[in-house]
């Protein structure tokens, strides 16, 4: 192998010397060396074309499209422009901006910046139209990609924050996660698809594949799990805990649901507490209801039986003594009946196969239903009818009743038993009285038998 070895300082003075193109042509396999006495520096391989740098290889820092900027063909592919910053990159960054501490990696990444400072792009046209936005993070193609002025945002996967223009304190973690999200603020979105069209919603967190998909301009709500809050438009301050809880609300808000598919048929319905696997509320949109498990739950098990509620005279008006009482109890109908759900059944309609064969006790809501209709009381609120399709009954209400019957018992108790006092007191006069009677007939029988016998006497004797 033939080795042309040409000495850097000759090869330099020859440039300057004659002014001229240089060409040198190196034989088959011939190797092109730079090297001073003892090392090498720069080598060409003629077989392969082969470039080798053997120290450090020196570029001026970026200070315009002519100096410092390593070009792809003719277009820009890495440089450093402005201070701390680093682009690398068909058409990554700019020549004419004015912030800095900004790096970029991806084709045209942070292209359109213009004063905006410490922001991260990764990925082909992440942060592609920021301008004055600061101290944001894309991490994935087309990133926060409509970002302009938005501040402080967290985009990690692909369009992720895509639209995001003035939005800040933004995290989205996953494909198209915040996608349409413009000028929302303080949203967080884990998983793919993740507050998908949140708009200008706020604080909201959305933890799990397509939760909370469908917000636009709802605020202050919390999805985890898949599809949870799903359809949420603009419902706010919702939690929800598992998959595909709350799924189906879309303006419902202050709801709670916690648990697989737990409140997923709530739709406009407010102030709902759902927990546990499928518990749902009477419908989609009751209001003010708590619902614990779902139809095939049997015991509600606690370490205490009673129920605390507000009951503080202060909230109280027009406080009165109960109309109701025995007379209304007296109209109930206790039943024992064996639970036989439609639910349980193709389209609802039972035939007896699977009814339970453990009777159990209650009210019947109809039955209920009718005695309070009777007594015009529906206030008592015995019965839940918010679906016309499954009355609830509310026996706990009867509880006043039945303590206002329980006093109207001992109030008759005690005239009875005044009553007997009196019919007590009359028997002992009246035995007195007969004692006192029977004393007389003694005296007037032993009166009587004395005569007999003086009368005998004075027969004898005569």
């Not at 084709?107 to 359109?112: A, D, E, G, I, Q």
């Not at 990925?123 to 592609?128: A, E, I, Q, R, V």
Request: proline content about 2%; glycine content about 8%; some cysteine.
């Amino acid at each position: 192998m033939k080795i042309l070895i040409l000495h850097l300082t000759f090869f330099i003075y020859s440039i300057s010397l004659l002014s001229q193109d240089i060409t040198n042509t190196l034989d088959a396999s011939g190797l092109f060396t730079v090297k001073d006495a003892s090392t090498t520096f720069f080598t060409i391989t003629q077989l392969t074309g082969e470039v080798n740098i053997l120290n450090t290889m020196r570029l001026e820092n970026t200070s315009s499209s002519t100096t410092g900027v390593i070009n792809k063909g003719i277009v820009r592919f890495i440089h450093n422009y402005g201070v701390g910053s680093t682009f690398m990159g068909l058409y990554s960054g700019n020549f004419t901006m004015t912030g800095n501490y900004n790096s970029a990696f991806g084709r045209s990444s942070l292209s359109s910046n213009t004063t905006g400072n410490e922001n991260s792009a990764f990925g082909p046209f992440s942060l592609y139209y920021n301008t004055t936005g600061a101290k944001n993070s894309a991490f994935g193609a087309s990133s926060l990609f409509f970002n302009t002025a938005g501040n402080d945002n967290s985009a990690f996967g692909r369009s992720s924050l895509y639209s995001n223009t003035t939005g800040n304190y933004n995290s989205a973690f996953g494909y198209s996660s915040l996608y349409l999200n413009t000028t929302g603020y303080n949203n967080s979105a884990f998983g793919d698809n993740s507050l998908f069209s949140n708009t200008t919603g706020n604080s909201n967190t959305a933890l799990g594949y397509s939760a909370l998909l469908s917000n636009t301009t709802g605020s202050i709500n919390t999805a985890v799990g898949i599809y949870a809050l799903y359809y949420n438009t603009t419902g706010s301050n919702n939690t929800a805990m598992g998959r595909s809880c709350l799924e189906s609300n879309t303006e419902g808000n202050y709801n709670s649901a916690f648990g697989y598919s737990a409140g997923s048929n709530i739709t406009t319905g407010s102030n709902l507490t759902c927990v546990g696997y499928n518990a749902e509320p009477t419908s989609a949109s009751a209001t003010n209801q708590i619902t614990l498990g779902n139809g095939s739950v049997n015991s509600l098990r606690c370490n205490v039986t009673t129920i605390t509620s507000l009951s503080d005279q202060r909230d109280k008006k027009n406080i009165t003594d109960l109309s109701l009482g025995l007379d209304f109890i007296t109209k109930l109908k206790p039943r024992q009946f064996n639970w036989d759900k439609r639910e349980w059944y193709e389209n609802d309609l039972s035939d007896g196969s699977k009814m339970k064969e453990e009777p159990t006790a209650g009210f019947i809501a109809q039955e209920l239903d009718e005695a309070q209709t009777s007594a015009d009381a529906e206030w008592l609120n015995l019965v839940l009818k918010d679906n016309p399709e499954k009355w609830e009954a509310t026996p706990g209400n009867l509880l006043p009743v039945m303590v206002k019957a329980i006093q109207e018992l001992n109030e008759k108790n005690e005239q009875l038993k005044i009553k007997n006092a009196e019919l007590e007191k009359r028997l002992s006069q009246f035995e007195e009285v007969q004692t006192l009677i029977i004393k007389k007939f003694e005296v007037l029988e032993s009166k009587e038998t004395l005569n007999v016998q003086i009368v005998k006497a004075e027969n004898n004797n005569q």
